[in-house]
């Protein structure tokens, strides 16, 4: 309404109340001014019956008004200060002149006007918002902790961490307004899936609804971790089984011995150990596998060695006569392989035909 009244105008003096009451009654006789034109004489009239024109300055003539004018002084018969502020108006958009002095409101200024009304029945209408929200987020909590709640004072009161209070809100901007409505809307669902201690509850009475919420939190992690250990306990009992039946197969009757001693490839933990982990148990297969890789070599040597010895204790019983003699041989170190034993020294096919080559080249006695 500002660029609406109080614009300035020469006689204003001809007035017995402030620019801005007179001027806001023209503006209300024009937009009111239905079935008769509005002229600027029925403005005049309409001030002159509330005895708002000074009756010194009501029957001012053209002639004395244009002398004064002419003298230097800002001064104009109440007449044409109304005409002047409606040509102002004119100039700004807000009305649209007529011949015979008639006047007519444009579309600004009832769009001006229904602003202004919407405005005058804005904190009313928020305040009744505003109760029904605070209604809702109430619903279903316990009487001892709404009883002393009175919403005519919250209102009045300041908010936790704010500088106004809600009535202070009430007037404020539409932006301001509506995030606070949305905040005061979400306490009651922040409260229920994202409970915090220090969650803003903007004064209502939430304290012990976010209490027993975080008490649920607190209960639900504690189940989590709970059901976590044990997941982790039966997975890592799961893995030991599952390792202590492949060792058992691949090591046989040593396996337990294996599974109960450190080893390097493990960081010095045990295969057992390892296995409490997936990665650790993937290490403890790894080192299985070598494990059993280096028992099959091992058999493989002594089936070879056994198979050197048997053959080379054959021949040596061939080439003498006396078994005694054959045997005592087999048992006897010799400089030419290291002053070891044939018996020690065979140890594949490659070591039995040196051994032979130090046996008599036919059948002896000696």
């Not at 404020?172 to 809307?185: I, R, V």
């Not at 170190?333 to 032979?356: H, M, V, W, Y």
Request: charged content about 30%.
């Amino acid at each position: 309404m500002d660029a609406l009244i109080n614009l300035p105008v020469d006689g204003s003096g001809c007035f017995s109340v402030p620019l801005a009451e007179w001027q806001g009654a023209i503006v209300l006789g024009l937009l009111e001014s239905k079935s008769q034109p509005f002229r600027t004489r029925t403005a005049v009239a309409a001030l002159v019956r509330r005895n708002w024109i000074d009756p010194h300055f009501r029957s001012v003539s053209e002639d004395i008004a244009k002398a004064l004018k002419e003298a230097g002084l800002p001064f104009a018969s109440p007449a044409k200060s109304v005409e002047s502020y409606l040509r102002q108006l004119e100039q700004l958009g807000f009305v649209h002149s007529a011949p015979s002095e008639i006047w007519k409101a444009s579309g600004p200024l009832r769009q001006r006007i229904r602003e202004a009304d919407e405005l005058r029945a804005r904190p009313a209408k928020r305040l009744a918002e505003l109760r029904g929200i605070v209604s809702e987020q109430l619903v279903g909590l316990p009487d001892e902790e709404t009883r002393d709640f009175s919403f005519e004072a919250w209102i009045l009161a300041d908010l936790s961490g704010r500088v106004q209070s809600v009535a202070d809100a009430i007037h404020g901007s539409d932006p301001e307004w509506t995030a606070l409505c949305h905040q005061l809307s979400n306490i009651r669902t922040r409260i229920r899936f994202s409970p915090r201690a220090d969650l803003e509850l903007l004064g209502l009475p939430c304290e012990g609804e976010l209490a027993r919420a975080l008490q649920r939190k607190r209960l639900e992690a504690e189940d989590r971790e709970r059901e976590k250990r044990e997941k982790e306990k039966a997975d890592a009992e799961a893995r030991v089984v599952r390792l202590s039946k492949l060792a058992a197969a691949d090591l046989g009757e040593g396996y337990e011995i294996w599974l109960r001693t450190g080893d390097a490839a493990l960081n010095g933990q045990s295969p057992l150990e390892s296995a409490q982990s997936e990665t650790g148990l993937r290490d403890a297969l790894h080192a299985l596998g070598r494990k059993a890789d280096q028992l099959r070599i091992e058999e493989q040597a002594r089936e070879r060695r056994h198979k050197a010895v048997r053959e080379l204790e054959a021949l040596a019983r061939n080439r003498y006569i006396d078994p005694a003699r054959a045997d005592l041989w087999m048992r006897s170190s010799r400089p030419e392989l290291g002053g070891q034993s044939p018996a020690n020294f065979a140890i594949d096919d490659a070591t039995r035909d040196k051994c032979a080559t130090y046996l008599p080249g036919k059948k002896s006695r000696y």
